[in-house]
Nanobody, 116 residues
Framework: QVQLVESGGALVQPGGSLRLSCAAS????????MAWYRQAPGKGREWVAT???????RYEDSVKGRFTISRDYAKNTMDLQMNSLKAEDTAVYYC??????????WGKGTLVTVSS
């Protein structure tokens, strides 16, 4: 199994920046990709960005050019640098780890609120 813990969520003003982090533990060697998702109040969970092991990153259109996903394979962490934040970025942000066996593991999420 893989355990994931997100951190870094906060209240930030529109136009501001925030960096989220996801720490992975457990069966790290089974992970073949990680991703960020988010769930805004009253809405379903949506994909934000993906970074497979050694692969190219991909982003949802609304965050392209503003968000950057990165992984530190030595520390078993994944970050999401979020710039030029907008009110519509307000959501609980979740970390997902996918394994070679097809399993998916979720963290409990961290809340990002963009408001003046």
């Amino acid at each position: 199994q893989v355990q994931l813990v997100e951190s870094g969520g906060a209240l930030v003003q529109p136009g501001g920046s925030l960096r989220l982090s996801c720490a992975a533990s457990g069966s790290i060697s089974s992970i073949n990709g990680m991703a960020w998702y988010r769930q805004a109040p009253g809405k379903g969970r949506e994909w934000v960005a993906t970074m497979p092991n050694g692969g190219d990153t991909r982003y949802e259109d609304s965050v392209k050019g503003r968000f950057t996903i990165s992984r530190d394979y030595a520390k078993n962490t994944m970050d999401l640098q979020m710039n030029s934040l907008k009110a519509e970025d307000t959501a609980v942000y979740y970390c997902l780890a996918s394994t070679r066996s097809g399993m998916g593991y979720w963290g409990k999420g961290t809340l990002v609120t963009v408001s003046s």
